[in-house]
């Protein structure tokens, strides 16, 4: 009995301590730290302008990040100058020194000088950002063209890993001076159909070259699940996958081009253009900002999965936008969707290749400031998942314009409310933003659909060149 006892004892003994090590283990999550922040280097992506609604980024350095992932912080209210506000965005730290990115927005009540007390990693300190007088002319507001962070450095890198794995041959159909007639040649066609691309075709590409091309393709694009990087990957697959299945040898990835239209670079003004059946970016960079994002075309035939024939598993780019639209509508009551309803049928998207600067100069449909909030945040979560293709950094700063204009921001539909039924069609047209979705018959799955979408900004299209 006694040795029975001593076994039962020991045994519960080894379970707690198990538990024990358990919880101890549960506890001892890695969280983000850094040793010191330097709030005096803050860069800046813009100046506000007093009584002027204000959104942009702050970029604060660290050393010594520990490699953890963060949650984006809650808002830091102005002193000094009130009205704006600061919030972290939610990211990943470097192993050492790094940078962490502030949204700024809001309306400053003066002139002067705005300070924003901050936390990060354990560490606090505070950066002062100048508010400009009304009238002065220095200030970017979110009626003005982009200015925006951006992971320049990154990008360039890329751009100039992708040249020096080029023959010279190749470098000299990927290089072009910089011209906005140049960057105006895309379509939503196959080149087979269309022929006037600008830059190097894919089809030349060794596998090393490939390689080259997605990793400049993953710096430019944002990271998230189907979107960005995998969303543009996936429109790709996509092309493959009609090569395939009947398509013809106008389809395939082979049919994508790329151009840098000026030389890439940390300071001066230049464009990236990589365009295919499908699958178009015009991304515009100048004195180390993103100037334009836009335009961008997005489809995916078929639509809205399939399997891969490249590596077998499920692809779907665009499934995420039309579940966005569906949602936002769906949130509409009755009046507010024949507020919304378009008078007739529309077949196809209106400011589509070829007609750059054609947009109506009269607004139709609901209007966002007439919204309730839940409302208005499922309409951003739309534009966000056109916003999310850019870069991580450069998203955050064009997310936080669009909703600062959210207000002024009209919607109107066409068709069932899913999004996803041929004839379908919806637009979201902001001060800057222009969001359209159109769902097209099958061209080479002939009994399925597939869409046609372009986002584009009203005043930043090809960086407002």
């Known amino acids: 009995m006694k040795f029975k006892n001593a076994f039962l004892s020991l045994t519960i003994s080894a379970a707690v301590l198990v538990l024990a090590c358990e919880k101890s283990e549960v506890s001892t999550a890695t969280s983000a730290t850094v040793t010191a922040l330097s709030c005096s280097s803050t860069t800046f992506s813009a100046t506000p302008t007093a009584g002027t609604a204000f959104t942009g980024t702050a970029t604060v350095s660290y050393t010594g990040g520990n490699g953890a992932a963060y949650s984006a912080g809650s808002a830091v209210a102005s002193t000094g100058v009130t009205g704006l ?50 009238g002065s002319g220095t200030g970017t507001t979110t009626s003005s063209a982009w200015s925006m962070d951006t992971d320049i450095a990154a990008i360039v890198k890329a751009a100039e890993d992708l040249k020096a794995s080029l023959t010279s041959t190749q470098v000299a ?60 990957a996936g429109i790709i697959d996509a092309d493959d996958y009609l090569l395939a299945n009947g398509g013809g040898s106008g389809y395939g990835k082979g049919n994508y081009y790329i151009a840098f239209l000026g030389t890439p670079s940390t300071t001066g003004l230049w464009c990236l253009q990589i365009g295919g059946h499908h699958g178009t970016n015009i991304f515009t960079y100048n004195g180390g900002k993103m100037t334009g994002g836009t335009p961008v075309f997005r489809s995916t035939e078929p639509y809205p999965t399939w399997t891969s024939t490249n590596t077998g598993k499920t692809v779907q780019p665009l499934v995420q936008e039309t579940t966005a639209f569906a949602n936002f509508l769906k949130s509409l009551s009755a009046a507010e969707l024949t507020t919304a309803k378009r008078a007739a049928a529309q077949n196809d998207i209106i400011v589509g290749p070829q007609k750059d600067g054609t947009f109506p100069t009269t607004k139709t449909g609901v209007k966002a400031g007439n919204l309730t909030q839940s409302q208005k945040d499922l309409l951003l979560a739309a534009i966000k998942t056109y916003v999310d293709d850019l870069d991580n950094r450069a998203a955050v700063a064009v997310l936080a314009k669009y909703k600062a204009e959210l207000d002024e921001t009209y919607v109107s539909y066409v068709g069932s409310t899913t999004m996803d039924v041929k004839g379908d069609y919806i637009l979201i047209d902001g001060p800057s933003v222009w969001i359209e979705w159109s769902m097209q018959s099958g061209i080479v799955i002939r009994n399925g659909v597939h869409p046609h979408s372009v986002w584009r900004d009203r005043k930043s299209d090809y960086g407002a060149n």
């Open 173 to 232: 159909s990927v290089q072009y001076t910089y011209s906005k007639a140049h960057a105006q040649k895309w379509s939503n066609l196959p080149q087979s159909l269309y022929g006037n691309r600008v830059g190097l075709a894919s089809s030349t590409f060794s596998t090393a070259q490939w390689t080259a091309f997605y990793n400049l393709l993953k710096a430019s694009t944002g990271s998230g699940a189907n979107e960005g990087y995998e969303e543009y």
């Open 85 to 134: 506000s600061a919030t972290l965005t939610a990211g990943t730290l470097a192993s050492g020194a790094g940078s962490v990115t502030f949204a700024i927005t809001g309306t400053p009540s003066a002139a002067g000088t705005a300070v924003f007390a901050i936390t990060v990693g354990g560490q606090s300190c505070s950066f002062s950002m100048t508010v400009s007088a009304a």
